[in-house]
Nanobody
Framework: QVQLVESGGGLVQAGGSRRLSCAAS????????MGWFRQAPGKEREFVAA?????????YYDDSVKGRFTISRDNAKNAVDLQMNSLKPEDTAVYYC?????????????????????WGQGTQVTVSS
């Protein structure tokens, strides 16, 4: 059974940092695109970042987090992390780990939530001002 389990959420002050981790199990995800979405209260789920399968040499970020967030993967651990720096109150949301083995690594596809077959249960990140 495929599972994605996020960890690392919590409360952080504006300007601070937080590192989210996602542990995948049930199959080998080394060739999968993996990424993160988030959903704030009353808002639609939105794309945050994605990393290509393999050595993870190619990444893509939403403009709202570019330069502040860094996505990385460790295929040996079947895991993907999201390092979040310079956090803002508007980053407050539930963060979801995602994965898919067939998605094309194109911005239009990466930003579409329906493209991802696997989702974690989410972890709350709250940024206080």
């Amino acid at each position: 059974q495929v599972q994605l389990v996020e960890s690392g959420g919590g409360l952080v002050q504006a300007g601070g940092s937080r590192r989210l981790s996602c542990a995948a199990s049930g199959r080998t995800f080394s060739s999968y695109v993996m990424g993160w979405f988030r959903q704030a209260p009353g808002k639609e789920r939105e794309f945050v970042a994605a990393i290509r399968g393999g050595d993870g040499d190619i990444t893509y970020y939403d403009d709202s987090v570019k330069g502040r967030f860094t996505i990385s993967r460790d295929n040996a651990k079947n895991a993907v992390d999201l390092q979040m720096n310079s956090l803002k109150p508007e980053d407050t949301a539930v963060y979801y780990c995602v994965a898919d083995g067939r998605i094309y690594f194109l911005p239009l596809r990466l930003k579409r939530a329906t493209e991802y077959a696997y989702w974690g249960q989410g972890t709350q990140v709250t940024v206080s001002s």
